[in-house]
């Protein structure tokens, strides 16, 4: 029986979740599990390059479980586990190591940065390796698709020439995956108008109270016109994020009175904080009954990963087997 196409992706528990990573990523990815099969990860391994706090990193990463479980995710239909539970993807991305050019990992944008600002020598050499370690996460569980933002692109993109390297030398191996970049939501704006990211400081956390929310919302940037003046909706911070929550319909009307004049930023502001937190109101409220009972997201990250690690495993022995290594221990 031919199985399902598998979608696969995984985000950094380095911070409190944003919009930015919500209707960029985690969204299309909860969406996919109606017609993929889904693996999902909290990329705990991944957040070591840059964390150096465990007691905040296992509080991130229930809060990125957390996240998933509050939005929608469902832990029977989809595998949802944390990276580090199987650490099989280590050895992974050993064997793509040994095959991958050091050139290739030169062009990758985070090192690019590194290197302009002459801190390359600096750099943790875990960095560096990131994309080898993201491509064994995609690679070790035959994905067929990786949801993500537009900023991931080059990663994705990375891992299928390293799969390519590994067919080419050994024989067909792995599968090559393909990036899925949602065209409307490949890049959400922060406060200020730039992408909304923690390193820019303009984000909007998803779980916010509402008051904090609200408060937020009302410091988004927008151009100097006045209440009566027309405005532009295609080129305004606001509009641009109230297209993600409000109805077609809402959304045509908005437009309307912004050609229109007579409608100001404020007026814009509220509607759009009315529409975030009546989105928002009951995935926060499941939010903070799941961060309260640590035990019970433990366990069904643990449960997933039993089901990602037979997945693994299979994928580990085949290329074992390949590249001359004896099959993993049982
Ligand atoms: P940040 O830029 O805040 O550090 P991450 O790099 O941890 O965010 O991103 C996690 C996931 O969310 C990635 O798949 C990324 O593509 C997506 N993402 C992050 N910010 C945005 C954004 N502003 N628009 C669309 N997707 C985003
Ligand atoms: N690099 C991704 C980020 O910063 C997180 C990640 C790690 C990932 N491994 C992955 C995303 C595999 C997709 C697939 O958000």
Redo the contacts with the bound molecule.
Sequence with gaps: MKRRLRS?????P?GTPHLG?YFG?VQPAIALQETHEAFY?V?DY?ALTTGRDPALLRRTSLEIAATFLALGLDPQRSVFFR?SDVPEVVELAWHLSCVTGTGLLMRAHAYKAALDKGEAGVLPAGTFF?PV??AA??LLYD?DV????R??VQ??EM?QDMAGHLNALYGDCLRRPEALVEAAVATIVGLDGQKMSKSYKNTIEVFLPEKALRKLVMSIKTDGAGLDDPKTPETDNVFSLYKLVATPAEVDDMAERYRAGGFGYGHAKQRLADALNAHLAAPRERYHALLADPAALDDVLREGAVRARAVARDTLDRVRDRVGLPKLPR
């Design positions: 696969l992706s995984g985000i950094k380095t990573n990523m990860f990329a991944h990276q990131y370690l993201m996460d995609i994905s990786v949801p993500v933002g900023d991931q990663h994705i891992a």
